[in-house]
């Protein structure tokens, strides 16, 4: 019996895999590697694949009979919100499309167990201090939407079939767990600062107006290690004969501003991180902070690392990549 991750060769995927064989799992990958690499699965075994393909659903029945997978990780989907704002209908055949061709396979091979990348994307900009999960969704953008309709479509197929499934809505995820395991894409505030210091140029900031204590933005940074752990918990949950579908936010329950993780950043690598300011982006919330009640009382999960540790690890594993500083 095996557990598939879809998207195992991305940045949140390939942690998964790494714990879910670290206790002996028999892991089957499926990629496509339009953003993932092969060199960060190990050795599980990785299916090369589309999951948004025309032949998908068939292909997936096919490695899922094969390895005689009981429960799907599902990752794999396309993430940057400028470029969903640009190919609605490309987002939404790779994301809604390629999770309706997992689905549908579970089904047919009688795969019961799916985990699902949500998003807080879903929330676009609520208008509370800590987001629970009862909070209305309003995602303001194609991505967000993608999640939500994904949500909606596994709400469905558990009432059709019987479906048990948690979908884990994602605040802002940084770190590394291993230094070979770092964020690749440059498109999240870590990353962001340190691509711009790797080119000796000054972080960027984009609006210090906003009603906060320092002026810039707040989000919740979770570290992508303790995410991790949370989708096992997922999956052992669900394994547990416990059904329904788990809608549940991984955040800390904490914030910090712009600025805050650019002085850690600074702090951690000695470097100087004095930030150009620019305008404010548009669809950017002031403040995205998540309620993770609801994730401890359910799953008994909580995060173990702070900021310091995701920064430090994120420095840890940019150092060890081929973009060193210094
Ligand atoms: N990184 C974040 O901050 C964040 C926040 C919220 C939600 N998410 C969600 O988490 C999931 C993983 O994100 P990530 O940061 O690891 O991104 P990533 O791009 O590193 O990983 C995605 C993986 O899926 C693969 N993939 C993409 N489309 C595919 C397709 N059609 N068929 C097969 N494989 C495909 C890619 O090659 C890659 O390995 C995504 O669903 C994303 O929307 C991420």
Known sequence: MSIMVTGGAGYIGAHVVRLLQER????VVVDDLSTGREDRV??????????????????????????????VVHFAARKQVGESVARPAWYFQQNVTGLANVVAAMEAVGADRLIFSSSAA??????????TEDTDPRPINPYGETKLVGEWLIADAGRAWGL???SLRYFNVAGAGWPDLGD???LNLVPMVLDRLAKGERP????EDYPTTDGTCIRDYIHVLDLAHAHLAALDHLAGGDGGNLVLNVGTGQGASVKEVI???????????????????AGDPPRLVASADRIAEVLGWQTRN????????AWEAWQAGPRRIG
Request: charged share 30%.
């Open 204 to 207: 960027k900031v984009f609006g």
């Open 122 to 131: 879903v929330y676009g900009m609520p208008d509370v201090e800590i987001v």
């Open 164 to 166: 048990r499934a948690a």
């Open 263 to 281: 002085t850690e950043i600074g702090r951690v690598s000695g470097l100087d991180v004095t930030p150009d300011v620019e305008e404010r982006r």
């Open 42 to 71: 190990g050795d599980a075994t990785l299916v090369e694949l589309d999951v948004a393909g025309g032949d998908a659903q068939q292909l997936l029945e096919q490695v899922m009979r094969e390895r005689e997978v009981t429960g």
């Open 184 to 186: 690749p894409a440059v």
């Open 306 to 313: 702070g900021l310091p540790e995701i920064i430090e690890s």
């Open 24 to 27: 002996g799992e028999d892991v």
